[in-house]
């Protein structure tokens, strides 16, 4: 069973061809990766799945449900939540407001409970709120709760936004090179604490990561895009074994 | 009415409409040049059935506040979508349309000579109650899931929208609720100063409101409050140099912007503050002598 499938996906920019005719499964509670050079256009894949670009053709189903032409916040009502390539926190609300606000977005109190302040609204922000707590303690940040995201170290401000990307409690939970920028001890945490909220959450994840040590320990497929097409597919073991793969990422770097 | 009253008056009600600008540029980001065309909407409301209805003022006040809600959804429709800088340039537009509309439609709105007659029914409690009130429940509305939404907005629109926000629905509410406080302000003006000059309302006055917002601490409802009150009652206090006041004025701006560019009061809230003094009392006196950040 299917929980993402894309046909034909494309989109142009001027005149570059950012994502030409890409088609790609990924099966429910499994973990999909996408790998490539710079510039192979998966960030956009990424965008185009989540609603920021609209495809200049192609299709994009999510749980059987035709989601292409739906605009971004009604995708993240369907069931897709991500990170982002370079972290976009709310600089001005708490770590626990950050994680909140995927709940908030999903409060349904009126303006008017609002402003009055009545207890319906009370209630609802005060579940929230432990809610949120509880995202927070799953990626060990219960202590820094009441401070700001630019206050925190780099690693931590990654953990933040899975944190907030889980509070809505997607059905596919897509991840822009979150391993990008850790240390090696973090990269191990953090390969653990994917795990856990896999287990805790019978997840879906598509895994966008160029360190091929996170990529090969955690996917269950791999598909490799450059410049724009799909170039492989297949496990760990194809993907390592294919010259084409290894070809395209000749003279990258390693990080 | 004493002076002192009548100046405090006029101050408070010009406060109300300054805590507009603070949803909209404080706790959303939106910059509105033309919101004093919204002051000038409840005015004229007011005005026009104050003169010719027997209407009570309740009724009047709240017809204007409606009045000034619907001009706002209706201007911020179009806007809500567009880029920050366009709004900024959009509002300008239709402040100065909505302006010139009411000084033109001189057989309705009594042109460029305004109302006059009207009714003096404002007074300083009254103004102070009413504030107070609009206080309530801009603290409340901050403190909800639409306070945070806006703020999330301000912050980044993208990843806001990739949490489930409906940004342009968030945006459009706080236009909407900014546009009704304005429109409140101008029609208790107009209960206030018993005439209506539509010149009055211009852009001016509103680049004004953006300018004392910065001063206080864009995202501070009280800084805004501090520094509303301190330029409205600054002209009083500078009476003689009334040719000065811009000067004096602008240049206090400059100086807060480059030496202080959170604004007086930064992100602080007085109702902070009293939370912490509370908090003070209720832990071991070891502890409050800490200064903690
Ligand atoms: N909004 C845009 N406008 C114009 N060109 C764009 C836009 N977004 C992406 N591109 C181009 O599309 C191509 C793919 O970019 P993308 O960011 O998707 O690559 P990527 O695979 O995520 O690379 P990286 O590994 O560096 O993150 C690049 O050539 C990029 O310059
Ligand atoms: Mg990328």
Redesign the interface.
Known sequence: MNILEVTDLSINFGGVKAVQNVSMRAEKGSITSIIGPNGAGKTTFFNLV?G?YKPTSGKVMLDGEDITSL???EI??KGI??T?QNI??????SNL?NV???L????N?N?FE????LPG?RKK?KENRERSRYFLDLVDLGDVAEERPNSLPYGKQRRLELA?ALA?EPKLLMLDEPAAGLNPTEVEEFIELIRKIQGVFDLSILLIEHRLKVVHTLSNHIYVLNFGELLAEGNSEQIQANQEVIAAYMGEDED | MGYYASVLTTATINLMAILSMYVLMGLTGIFSMGQAAFMCVGAYTAGMLAVRTSLPMVVVVVISVGMGMLSAFLVGLPVVKLRRDYIALITLGFGEAIVALLNNLSNVTGGANGINGIPRKMNIYLALGVLAVLIF??L??K???????C??I???E??????????PRIKL?AFV?AGGITALSGCLMAYNTTFIEPMAYGSVKSIDWICFVFVGGV?SLTGTLVSGLIFNLLPEVLRVFSLYRIIVQGAIVLLIINFMPQGLFG?YELSDLVKKVAGLFKKKPAVAGGDKQ
């Open positions: 989540s920021i605009k971004q916040h993240s009502h939540s991500r982002f976009r926190l709310f600089n001005q609300l407001q909140q606000s995927a908030d977005a999903r409060a109190y303006v609002a402003v009055l302040g609204k922000d907030r809505s | 429940l801009l409340n509305f403190n909800s899931k639409f306070g945070r939404h703020i999330a301000k912050n980044d993208l990843s806001a929208a990739a949490m489930g926000i409906n940004v509410l609720l995202s992100e």
